[in-house]
């Protein structure tokens, strides 16, 4: 009996070498035991690597036979390399042996690769990150229990689809760790070793508590067996239990009875002021996290919704969420958030006071390379989105709305409105008092140090309009 020990358990290029010099020196399967190198006390003497060479021996494999073993070989079924060399044993004899789906080999071999491609799609699917950290110091963390050992050939998805951001994946079998140039493969971790809870969970957890979230009942259906590669695991199970009381009650019976509108279809502007004027944005949150008025959810990470307290006096409404709000679920968080931090700090305005907010909800891009770059919403977006700021400014009642940019200008005064020719100017809207100002990305794109001073300090005048006019709507209050 010949012992084979590989370097790890996905150690295909070990498998393979070692395979073909056991075939070529008619090695019977039933003569060999695959292990893997647990640690020094298992003896190498019987290793692969003291078979003689057989140079003058010929023996090839079809590309399909390569691809299907590299990814069965990644299954956690004890006698996976056993297996691929039983099948490679008789492809020697039966070159056609792949096309005989009925053959208990390759129909097993199928299986197991049909599972782990299952497993990585469920992988790019569900894995969420949660951001540790603030601003440039800032590093995102997931955690995922794969069913199988595919993390390092899932890894290079999130690479390309989160190129600008330093992030972990980390897993009990391996953990993957982009820098922004290369992944980097370490051992896994416990669970209880992944950092605690953040401000991003804990946002969920205080804002999305509501029955109707679409999000939940998709974790209902999902099977149990992946909620624990939620963040929102541990608070899984009390919402099915409120969401199976509130299903045993009246509650149903009376939402049964309300006429159901369908979301693609516009609501009209009285009864949306109207029937809608007790909308919360906690409730709104939930609704709007299965927004599909228009296609730009479906390449986005997930809605960004606005965020503030519903009491706020001052609404700001920027364009649309970018690269960094996009993976944070955060409007404002990446660098023209940061200008619009200090620009509110210097306006004397306390952003913990503002509600902040997009005209378009869902991160609109094209890629580029690992690059995603930004692309301006166009009209049919921002119409699509309009209903969710009505819903917004009922349920806030703001004093002043202030439209950063002119797709916020779009939204907020319903048409295309230059913001040149009505910056810094109070206009009065359907009762609403709303002021035009640029948006803080345009701050950040001007190239001339000294035309972006000087653009900066107009930015904060016109701040410091709003700012007064708030504080004259506290005086009269």
Not at 148 to 175: K, N, Q, Y
Not at 357 to 379: E, S, Y
Request: charged share 30%.
């Amino acid at each position: 009996m010949r012992i084979i020990v590989l370097d790890n358990d996905t150690d295909f290029e070990g498998w393979r070498r070692a395979a073909r010099r056991l075939a070529l020196n008619d090695v019977k399967p039933a003569e060999i035991t695959w292990t893997v190198r647990r640690d020094d006390e298992l003896s190498l003497a019987s290793c692969v690597n003291e078979l003689p060479d057989t140079p003058q021996a010929q023996f090839n494999v079809s590309a399909k036979f390569v691809e299907l073993a590299k990814a069965a070989i990644l299954h956690r079924n004890d006698e996976r390399f056993a297996l691929l060399y039983r099948l490679l044993w008789r492809l020697r004899s039966r070159h056609d042996l792949l096309a005989a789906t009925d053959d208990p080999d390759v129909a097993e071999v199928h299986a197991m690769a049909r599972a782990v491609y299952g497993d990585i799609d469920r992988m790019h699917a569900q894995l969420r990150f949660r951001e540790i950290g603030r601003e440039r110091t800032a590093h995102y963390v997931a955690w995922f229990e794969p069913e199988h050992r595919i993390v390092e050939l899932a890894a290079p998805f999130f690479a390309g689809r989160f190129a600008d951001m330093p992030w972990s994946i980390l897993t009990p079998d391996v953990c993957a760790h982009w820098d922004g140039h290369a992944i980097s493969i370490t051992p896994g971790v416990a669970k209880s070793e992944v950092p605690t809870e953040d401000r991003l969970e804990e946002a969920w957890r205080r804002h999305d508590n509501g029955f109707s979230n679409p999000a939940r009942l998709k974790m209902m259906e999902m099977p149990q067996a992946y909620w624990r590669n939620l963040p929102e695991d541990s608070i899984i199970k009390p919402l099915i239990e409120d969401a199976m009381r509130m299903t045993s009650g009246p509650f149903i019976a009376r939402k049964a009875a309300e006429p159901q509108q369908r979301q693609d279809e516009p609501m009209p502007r009285k009864q949306t002021r109207d029937v809608r004027a007790h909308d919360t944005i906690a409730a709104l949150r939930v609704e709007a996290a299965d927004c599909r008025a228009c296609p730009l959810w479906k390449d986005a990470t997930q809605i960004v919704f606005g965020e503030g307290p519903q009491e706020a006096t001052l609404m700001l409404v920027g364009e649309q969420p970018g690269d960094k709000e996009d993976l944070a679920g955060h409007p404002f968080v990446g660098p023209a958030g940061q200008m619009l931090d200090r620009a509110l700090e210097d306006a004397g305005i306390d952003r913990g006071k503002v509600y902040i907010t997009n005209a378009v909800k869902h991160f609109k891009f094209v890629p580029r390379g690992r690059i995603r770059l930004h692309q301006k919403p166009n009209t049919p977006e921002i119409r699509a989105c309009r209903q969710w700021y009505e819903r917004e400014l009922a349920a806030i009642k703001p004093a002043l709305v202030v439209a950063l940019g002119a797709t916020a200008a779009q939204s907020v005064l319903g048409k295309i409105t230059p913001v040149n020719k009505n910056r810094g100017c109070l206009i009065d809207h359907d009762g609403t008092k709303v002021l035009i100002t640029v948006h803080p990305s345009y701050l950040l794109r001007l190239p001339d140090e000294k035309a972006k001073t000087l653009e900066y300090q107009r930015f904060i005048d016109d701040l410091k309009i709003a700012a007064s006019q708030l504080q004259k709507s506290a005086d009269a209050a």
